[in-house]
């Protein structure tokens, strides 16, 4: 039988006159309740690898505002870390892992079927996540893509330009071209593990995708995608995928065949109007508000919710921000998103 989830229906292209809405990292530090399961955990790490606290965060905006899908609360660099890298945050400052830059680095990580074991507590999660969430709310996995995966453990931390990892493609292609493809088979090592765990829908975030220019885009961010995407299908035919190559600007037309994903998420640097005739066509489409009216909030964020929700009006759509949601956006302006694109 089709489904009755709004998210599963827009990802299967059925026009909606309502489209489902969710909201990158809705579970996360805007919202006080999150702030105070966070310290109760301890640590971040520890909220990761607890799963019924790491349920309780991704419950939370559920609760609160009664999205359209539940996003598993993780984080990409938890692959890293089951691949043997060391990893550890800076309070005020993100993450931070050992760098792998050499052959005997890459050589001394573990292989990519090993990561499972490491990763048991985010399937846990995972299955309290598919018993608890109410029944019309959609569960979606996620992975980083392999190239933003790898800025970060070439450089040991988020850099601006992802220098240390353009320069390492650079002067050494084939401990680059090494770490890529470990990344990509242990992504779909740990997608597939979470879709077996009960994860309906599974996304890719290729945060860094626009620094990569000319045949480097094709090569590191969307074939990568594209070997996990064929991988995943295989295994796992009926479960939608999302990809997510931000930055991707022109690029983003043609991706759905490029990929073989079933919807595209779009940041808020293309705009919607373009987005529909450009990228639209080829499937479903998510996004693209910019997570700036969060914060600032009123007029601007109902027309500009608005304008999005008209022009995808004519295909499939998942309304959502055009990146993250910010530590310092007021959790009454999420409402207000929600209850314009819903009309109310």
């Known amino acids: 039988m089709p489904s009755q989830k709004t998210i599963l229906r827009a990802l299967a292209g059925e026009i909606l006159p309502t489209p489902p809405i969710w909201m990158m990292r ?14 109760q955990a301890g640590d971040f790490l520890s909220l ?8 309780e965060v991704t419950l939370q905006p559920i609760r609160r505002y009664g999205f359209d899908a539940a996003i598993l609360f993780a984080d990409i660099l938890l692959l890293p870390q089951a691949l043997g890298a060391d990893l550890w945050f800076v309070t005020g400052e993100g993450p931070r ?5 050499t052959q005997s680095g890459l050589d001394g990580l573990k292989p990519a079927d090993s990561v499972n074991e490491h990763l048991s507590p985010i399937y846990e999660t995972v299955r309290i996540l598919a018993r608890e ?17 790898a800025t970060y453990m070439i450089a040991g931390k988020g850099t601006p330009d992802q220098g240390p990892a353009h320069a390492l493609k650079t002067e ?6 090494g770490l890529i493809d470990l990344i990509t088979e242990a992504t779909i090592v740990y997608l597939s593990a979470q879709i077996e765990a009960g994860a309906e829908v599974v996304k890719l975030f290729d945060s860094w995708a626009g620094s990569l220019e000319g045949e480097d885009f094709q090569r590191y961010s969307i074939e990568p995608m594209r070997r996990i995407t064929a991988a995943l299908k295989t295994a796992h035919p009926t479960t939608p995928i999302i990809a997510f190559p931000r930055g991707a600007g022109a690029h983003y037309s043609g991706l759905h065949a ?10 808020d640097g293309v705009k919607a109007e373009w987005a529909a005739k450009e990228v639209q066509t080829g499937g479903c489409v998510q996004g693209n508000l910019a997570s700036s009216h969060m914060v600032s909030g ?20 998942i309304f959502n921000l055009g990146h993250g949601i910010t530590p310092d956006a007021d959790p009454e302006n999420v409402q207000l998103m929600i209850d314009t694109v819903r009309g109310k």
């Open 26 to 39: 809705q579970a996360g530090r805007y919202l006080p309740e999150y702030k105070a399961t966070r310290a």
């Open 48 to 55: 990761c690898y607890n799963p019924d606290l790491a349920a």
């Open 97 to 101: 892992l050992s760098t792998i830059t």
């Open 133 to 149: 969430l109410p029944h019309e709310t959609t569960l979606i996995g996620f992975a980083g893509s392999p190239w933003t995966v």
């Open 172 to 177: 050494n292609r084939v401990v680059f071209d």
């Open 258 to 267: 490029a990929i073989g994903a079933d919807c595209i998420a779009l940041d």
């Open 298 to 317: 009123g007029d601007a964020l109902v027309s500009e919710t608005r304008a999005i929700v008209e022009a995808f009006a004519g295909g499939g759509h």
